[in-house]
Structures are given as C-alpha cells and as structure tokens.
C-alpha cells in the first residue's frame, strides 16, 4: 500500500514532533504493509520549505530510515493550501506536486469552498496537472452539498479521502459524508493524513477494510495500492468507477 498523504517530517508542521515520533510512525506504517508514503508538509501556516528543502528533508529522513531498517520508501510532496495567493506560493518554489508528478496534493479552505476555490484548481489543470482534493469529507460547504464538487470532479480531478474519516467515530459528519462520496464513485484515493503515532496514524488498511464493504474489495485496495502507485510513477490513473 501507498500513503500519498503524511505529516511524518519532524520539527516542520502540526505532525511528527522530533524525529523519534517519525521513525515510530514509519514503523506503523511498515507494520500496516505501506512500502511508500509521501511526506507533504503544510505549505503553509507553518515552517514554509521550498521544493528543494522538502526533497532535502525527506532524503535526510529517508537515510535515518535505512539506518535503523525499516524498510520504507519516502517522497516528497506538498500539502498546498488553497489560499487566494497560492500560486504566488507556488511560482516561488514554496509549493509544488507529489514528487516530480502531475498530481497535487491541494487543500481547501475548513470553512468556506467559493469561485475563488475553483478557479485555483483550474488553474492547476491549465497548467497541466492534475489536482487531488484533500479529505473533502471533512470541509464544510462540501459536507453540506457535495455537488460544489461535480465541476471539478467533471473535469478530470481526484478525491483523496482520510482513513479515519471511514475508521473514527469523533466526526460522524466526515464519515456519512465519505461513505456517501464512495456510494456514489466520488472519491478515488485513502491516505492517512498523518500526524502522528497516536493520533490520525499512517495505517490504512482498516479503512482500506471499511471501504470495502461499501464498494468492494477490489475497489478499496485500488484506492490505496493501484492509484497511488501511477502517482508515484507519474502515469494516468485509472477510475473504473462502481456506483453503488
């Protein structure tokens, strides 16, 4: 399996606190069965890295990783928050993809999803990438009418939904609202969304088991094996969408 979507550098953002969280969190995740996960720091808000500082920071981790033995593969990535000046963030080198990918990582706004919201993801499509909306399950004025998201969806755009969002029972509104998305082949990818051992940690296959019954054990392991791998290879991927 494949994380597309983890706070596991330390000392940058609201995740790993030093680098003995992050190598307990890399042990989780190699004990789940992830063999990559992508470390996709906040852009903003917090430490802002560039591209280079990130690609830096994760081979930095990377190396800590292979000497301790365990065996997990780290790339780097963003988690670019979708505010009104993101691409002077991004023109900047402040904010970029998941590895050297097509595919970015992008977050709305918890509290508001507007015409300046879309025009930023379809910004990133003009520019020839293609975005993955971050745990939409979770904002707001899209739990409270998902087909804020059918243009972006229309156009070609993932969904990456969180796997405690399927798992948890703290935010019933995030879970009907992704049960609701899987029902209806709205959402395309589960990743972590990481932060730490404890809390939101880098598992993923009891929400990979959650998923299933809903759409099938063949539609839920694609979402976290299949997909996420052609985003680390940089190649199309591929929506055999089941409407249930």
């Given at each position: 399996m494949i994380d597309i979507h983890t706070h596991i550098l330390p000392h940058v953002d609201d995740g790993a606190r030093d680098l003995t969280e992050s190598l307990a969190m890399a042990r989780m995740a190699v004990a789940d069965g992830l063999t990559h996960l992508f470390a996709t720091p906040h852009h903003r808000d917090y430490t802002p890295l560039s591209r280079q500082?990130?690609?830096?920071?994760?081979?930095?981790?990377?190396?800590?990783?292979?000497?301790?033995?365990?065996?997990?593969?780290?790339?780097?990535?963003?988690?670019?928050?979708?505010?009104?000046?993101?691409?002077?963030?991004?023109?900047?080198?402040?904010?970029?993809?998941?590895?050297?990918?097509?595919?970015?990582?992008?977050?709305?706004?918890?509290?508001?999803?507007?015409?300046?919201?879309?025009?930023?993801?379809?910004?990133?499509?003009?520019?020839?990438?293609?975005?993955?909306?971050?745990?939409?399950?979770?904002?707001?004025?899209?739990?409270?009418?998902?087909?804020?998201?059918?243009?972006?969806?229309?156009?070609?755009?993932?969904?990456?939904?969180?796997?405690?969002?399927?798992?948890?029972?703290?935010?019933?509104?995030?879970?009907?609202?992704a049960e609701t998305m899987l029902r209806n082949g709205m959402a395309h990818i589960i990743a972590s969304d990481a932060h730490h051992s404890y809390h939101r940690p880098p598992t993923l296959t009891a929400a990979r088991d959650a998923a299933a019954a809903i759409v099938g054990l063949e539609q839920a392991t694609a979402m976290v094996s299949a997909r996420p791998l052609a985003i680390v290879k940089n190649e199309p991927v591929i929506i055999a969408t089941v409407f249930i």
């Amino acid at each position: 399996m494949i994380d597309i979507h983890t706070h596991i550098l330390p000392h940058v953002d609201d995740g790993a606190r030093d680098l003995t969280e992050s190598l307990a969190m890399a042990r989780m995740a190699v004990a789940d069965g992830l063999t990559h996960l992508f470390a996709t720091p906040h852009h903003r808000d917090y430490t802002p890295l560039s591209r280079q500082e990130v690609m830096e920071r994760t081979a930095q981790l990377q190396a800590e990783l292979d000497q301790a033995g365990i065996p997990l593969t780290l790339l780097p990535g963003h988690e670019v928050r979708l505010y009104d000046d993101m691409f002077d963030d991004w023109d900047n080198h402040r904010a970029g993809s998941l590895g050297n990918s097509r595919y970015v990582l992008a977050e709305p706004l918890f509290s508001h999803y507007d015409k300046q919201t879309d025009a930023m993801l379809f910004e990133l499509f003009e520019r020839g990438y293609t975005p993955i909306m971050a745990h939409p399950e979770r904002i707001r004025p899209i739990q409270d009418n998902l087909t804020l998201i059918e243009p972006f969806l229309a156009a070609g755009g993932l969904t990456q939904i969180t796997a405690t969002s399927l798992t948890g029972n703290n935010d019933w509104r995030a879970k009907k609202v992704a049960e609701t998305m899987l029902r209806n082949g709205m959402a395309h990818i589960i990743a972590s969304d990481a932060h730490h051992s404890y809390h939101r940690p880098p598992t993923l296959t009891a929400a990979r088991d959650a998923a299933a019954a809903i759409v099938g054990l063949e539609q839920a392991t694609a979402m976290v094996s299949a997909r996420p791998l052609a985003i680390v290879k940089n190649e199309p991927v591929i929506i055999a969408t089941v409407f249930i």
